[in-house]
């Protein structure tokens, strides 16, 4: 069965430094999404792409977040200058078109654990 | 988004069934009632979904109440893999197609060996 895949599992930066999370969505999805989920709180939307523009974005996404699909399988999320508060675990995920709306579930990644040190 | 309430824990004795309750009072004709879950140290994983009628799948089954004020949430055998926390999702869907999934805290459903 098709899989969300991300790279790195885990990821240890200083505070300050730039970072980028690496996401393959499952190959014919054309919606892609960045989640996260600190550690013990509920799993919180970040962002959602499609046709290469960003269609939705939470107040947790400012100008420090950026999101790329640099290439026809990769979709990443940078974080410029990364904050101790940034720390958390963060998923990536796909969804669709099977030309019903309301099935276009969501499949997510196993996540990238930032360490914000 | 229109909310949902979930009770915070649940236990089960395995190779028992589970009803998972949830409560959406504010729910509006266009939203669909959908079911995630969350293994410990993965990744949410998509249950089931619903409009009006019950539905069943391979993992589980979602019985919704006539009114669509409320629903359950079935696994009708559990099994010690299905300790996971289960969220109970409304989503409503626009021409667009694609909708952010907004979660609660979920039920953290314990199985009792």
């Known amino acids: 069965e098709p899989e969300v895949t991300q790279t790195p599992s885990h990821q240890v930066t200083q505070m300050g430094q730039e970072v980028i999370l690496r996401c393959v969505p499952i190959?014919?999805?054309?919606?892609f999404y960045w989640y996260r989920q600190i550690l013990g709180q509920k799993v919180e939307f970040l962002v959602s792409f499609y046709n290469n523009e960003i269609s939705e974005k939470s107040e947790i996404f400012d100008d420090q977040f950026s999101v790329e699909r640099p290439d026809g399988s990769n979709f990443t999320l940078k974080i410029r200058s990364t904050k101790l508060e940034d720390s958390a675990m963060y998923f990536c995920a796909s969804s669709g078109p099977t030309g019903q709306p309301h099935a276009d579930t969501q499949y997510f990644g196993p996540g990238t654990r930032l360490t914000v040190l | 988004d229109a909310k949902t309430t979930q009770p915070n824990s649940m236990e089960s004795n395995e190779e028992e069934p589970v009803h998972l309750p949830c409560n959406h009072s504010t729910i509006s004709g266009t939203d669909y009632i959908h079911w995630y879950r969350q293994l410990p140290s993965q990744g949410p994983e998509y249950v089931i979904h619903?409009?009006?009628s019950n539905v069943n799948n391979r993992m589980a089954s979602l019985a919704i109440a006539e009114d669509r004020k409320s629903s359950t949430l079935i696994l009708h055998r559990a099994t010690l893999r299905d300790a996971a926390v289960y969220y109970c999702?409304?989503?409503?869907?626009?021409?667009?197609?694609?909708?952010?999934?907004?979660f609660g805290t979920g039920t953290r459903l314990t199985i009792i060996p």
């Open positions: 619903g409009l009006t």
């Open positions: 999702i409304l989503r409503t869907i626009t021409n667009f197609g694609n909708e952010k999934l907004t």
């Open positions: 190959s014919n999805h054309l919606y």
